[in-house]
Antibody, heavy 122, light 108 residues
Framework: EVQLLESGGGLVQRGGSLRLSCAAS????????MSWVRQAPGKGLEWVSG????????YYADSVKGRFTISRDNSKNTLFLQMDSLRAEDTAVYHC???????????????WGKGTTVTFSS | EIVLTQSPGTLSLSPGERATLSCRAS???????LAWYQQKPGQAPRLLIY???SRATGIPDRFSGSGSGTDFTLTISRLEPEDFAVYYC?????????FGPGTKVDIK
């Protein structure tokens, strides 16, 4: 069974930084595209960022481009999201999610983690 | 960026009825790269449909997807009590891979 477990959320202030992690198990991690998706309180889903299996291709939502960086360590089956220059509107539950397998990396998500919460502190 | 619009915002139906949810894209979605998800309160989303019409593993056949280009539909043939939830469409053909705002299916 594929499992995804996010960590690293917490309270942040304007302009602060956080690094989210997602530990994956039950799959050949390096073979799969991965994404981060967030959901602000009471709001809908927002796709944030995606990365190919090798890490060679990365994609971002316009709202986070230049502030967030997605990466992965395939030797440790872990996905990361480095979040810098945080804003109040970044407050959300952040889910990591698994996409499709090599060689066709598609960014729909068939397995989701429960999420980690990022809260803006004024 | 491709903007997805979902209608209606809320659909009030009774168990056993048919639900038809619409997702419209601001420009053509490449190669029918359109997915549908179900989300219940306090839970992570669940993939229902990918490739516009392919059911994900374990999804009952009362869920079906159709459409191409800019117009897509999710149909639930006969609503079961567990189907009352929020449904999102997502396009993954062109980055950024955007979601629609969701349709809430609630009990009439």
């Amino acid at each position: 069974e594929v499992q995804l477990l996010e960590s690293g959320g917490g309270l942040v202030q304007r302009g602060g930084s956080l690094r989210l992690s997602c530990a994956a198990s039950g799959l050949t991690f390096s073979s799969y595209a991965m994404s981060w998706v967030r959901q602000a309180p009471g709001k809908g889903l927002e796709w944030v960022s995606g990365i190919s299996g090798s890490g060679g291709s990365t994609y971002y939502a316009d709202s986070v481009k230049g502030r967030f960086t997605i990466s992965r360590d395939n030797s440790k089956n872990t996905l990361f999201l480095q979040m810098d220059s945080l804003r109040a509107e970044d407050t959300a539950v952040y889910h990591c999610a698994k996409g499709s397998a090599y060689p066709y990396y598609y960014y729909y998500m068939d397995v989701w983690g429960k999420g980690t919460t990022v809260t803006f502190s004024s | 960026e491709i903007v997805l619009t979902q209608s209606p915002g809320t659909l009030s139906l009774s168990p056993g009825e048919r639900a038809t949810l619409s997702c419209r894209a601001s420009q053509s979605v490449s190669s029918t790269y359109l997915a549908w998800y179900q989300q219940k309160p306090g839970q992570a989303p669940r993939l229902l449909i990918y490739g516009a019409s392919s059911r994900a593993t374990g999804i009952p056949d009362r869920f079906s997807g159709s459409g191409s280009g800019t117009d897509f539909t999710l149909t639930i043939s006969r609503l079961e009590p567990e189907d009352f939830a929020v449904y999102y469409c997502q396009q993954y053909g062109t980055s950024p891979f955007t979601f629609g705002p969701g349709t809430k299916v609630d009990i009439k």
